[in-house]
């Protein structure tokens, strides 16, 4: 479990499919807790036209034995600026892959996508049903509202 980004120089990889992302022992294990990571200046591309697509992501997940070390986050985030791909697939596929490589006892996203074309879309999606006794606080991002 030795990181590969964290200390070290790093390249924003070409792809999420490239993007290695590197998990570290929980230091907390047997009690559950809450982490949360906020990306507001998110960026993908639309499929269809290739223009940037910009959403505000929120992950929230419970622990079990590893933890998403942050910067290998961060360049994985980064990877999408030159993939095209849907906001649904965006969001999802990355709650997903941090779900399946990490598992944690549970994970959700928020993809808070800002409009173009007149429509904001916003895309949720969690793991299942968080932990009992998990203090759950709000995304409190608020829905796209427009001038005023």
Not at 3 to 22: R, Y
Not at 103 to 113: N, T
Request: charged content about 20%; some cysteine.
């Amino acid at each position: 479990m030795t990181p590969k980004h964290l200390g070290q120089t790093s390249a924003l990889p070409a792809s999420p499919d490239e993007a290695a992302l590197d998990y570290v022992p929980n230091p907390r294990t047997g009690r559950p807790y809450l982490v949360r990571f906020t990306a507001p200046e998110f960026t993908s591309l639309c499929p269809v036209t290739a223009q940037p697509d910009f959403a505000h992501l929120v992950i929230d997940y419970a622990p079990r034995e590893t933890i998403v070390e942050s910067k290998s986050l961060k360049l994985f985030l980064g990877s999408f600026r030159n993939h095209a791909a849907f906001h649904e697939d965006c969001t999802v596929g990355i709650g997903e892959r941090l779900f399946a490589e990490m598992q944690p006892h549970w994970l959700r996203i928020g993809g808070y996508w800002y409009p173009r074309g007149g429509i904001p879309i916003d895309v949720f999606w969690q793991s299942g049903e968080p932990p009992q006794g998990l203090w759950l606080p709000a995304q409190d991002v608020p829905g796209y509202r427009g001038r005023g």
